[in-house]
């Protein structure tokens, strides 16, 4: 079941950059833009057994929003816990350079808790070149002119491409070291072989002086993890079911939203917690620009989504075998979320 990477063929280097002002340049890569893979990853998923939706599709507009709404919950620890490390620790890791860097993120978003370090970083070292990743080019422009409304002295190359694009593009900047981020577990939501094959292509796209920075949840307790995806008010079951309101818009489905179940469940063995969405009954959904109509058990799932969380010694084994050396390592407080600082293992750079 693939999530959230894609294998596709080498794009060509194709890309459409457009200058916005001296200190901001966005660029697109051409495969950005696949208006039919939704649809077709909908009929793949919804005819497999056991059916499956793959979480990246989460973030349409609306999701986007649920997600940002999640993220304030008392309940869903990971950003908060991830906000108060960055914030005892910027200093620290701008200090670890000894020159103005480049600050690379991945999966950017709004880059809320970026601010915490290009604030040190500035403060370090006076001048900073921003270049965040993320697929979403709207949510890009908005972010990276508020980032230059409010920091006179940054620079911003902003990469509207998946992952996989966004580092072959971030691999031709190389007048700075860079220090790379990948916050707020991002990594959970693809398998562990998966994972390390990323961070390995990632660790290929590095020079001995970058750095990765990224945050990792930890294996807990089972009443913590499921209360984090599964919330009081409700917010992450709106999150999970838009999947179906979202077919409903974009590819005319006819999902009756009040007949499905949202359920968090934590797999200890695994170390996972996985998203499904339950029927409530037997029922047919028609999905209109498909000409497919999906049939469904009582009590029938749609695998939506797994968030993978790591010990301390999984962490140690992901960097072994992307190639990485974890430098420093960082928790909360509370010992429930891990900010960790890699390099590329010497004998591979
Ligand atoms: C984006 N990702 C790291 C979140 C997570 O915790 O796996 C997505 C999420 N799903 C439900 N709540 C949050």
Not at 76 to 94: G, K, M, P, V
Not at 141 to 169: D, M, T
Not at 282 to 300: C, G, R, T, Y
């Amino acid at each position: 079941m693939r999530r959230q990477l894609r294998k596709r063929p080498e794009p060509q280097e194709s890309e459409s950059s457009v200058v916005q002002s001296e200190r901001l340049r966005l660029v697109r890569t051409q495969s950005n833009v696949d208006p039919g893979e939704f649809a077709r990853a909908v009929e793949v998923g919804l005819t497999a057994k056991p059916k499956y939706l793959p979480c990246r599709f989460f973030y349409d507009d609306e999701g986007s929003r649920l997600f940002e709404e999640i993220c304030e919950l008392p309940e869903y620890y990971l950003t908060r816990a991830e906000r108060s490390i960055l914030r005892d620790h910027a200093q620290e890791i701008a200090s670890r350079f000894s020159g103005p860097v480049t600050l690379a993120e991945l999966g950017s978003g709004s880059a809320s808790k970026t601010r915490i370090l290009i604030e040190a970083l500035l403060a370090r070292h006076g001048a900073l070149r921003y270049v965040p990743v993320d697929i979403s080019h709207s949510m890009l422009e908005e972010s990276s002119r508020a980032l230059l409304e409010e920091y006179r002295s940054l620079e911003i190359l902003a990469i509207a491409a998946e992952y996989r694009e966004g580092l072959r593009r971030l691999a031709r900047e190389t007048n700075r070291p860079k220090l790379i981020l990948w916050l707020g577990s991002n990594v959970g939501n693809l398998y562990r072989e998966e994972a390390a094959e990323f961070l390995e292509s990632l660790r290929r796209s590095m020079a001995p002086p970058d750095r990765l920075l990224m945050g990792i949840d930890l294996r807990k307790d089972r009443d913590t993890l499921e209360h984090a995806y599964d919330d009081a008010r409700g917010v992450t079951a709106r999150f999970n079911l838009n999947l179906l309101a979202r077919i409903n818009r974009e590819l005319g489905g006819r999902f009756d939203l009040a007949s499905f179940d949202h359920r968090a469940v934590y797999n200890q063995e695994a170390g996972r917690v996985e998203l499904y969405l339950v029927s409530q009954k037997a029922q047919a959904v028609p999905i209109e620009s498909l000409d497919l109509v999906v049939p469904f058990k009582k009590n029938e799932t749609i695998d939506t989504e797994y968030s993978f969380k790591y010990s301390l010694d999984e962490i140690q084994g992901l960097a072994f075998a992307a190639g990485l050396t974890l430098e420093r390592q960082w928790l909360d407080r509370k010992q429930r979320f891990s900010v960790n600082l890699f390099a590329p293992a010497a004998d591979k750079s």
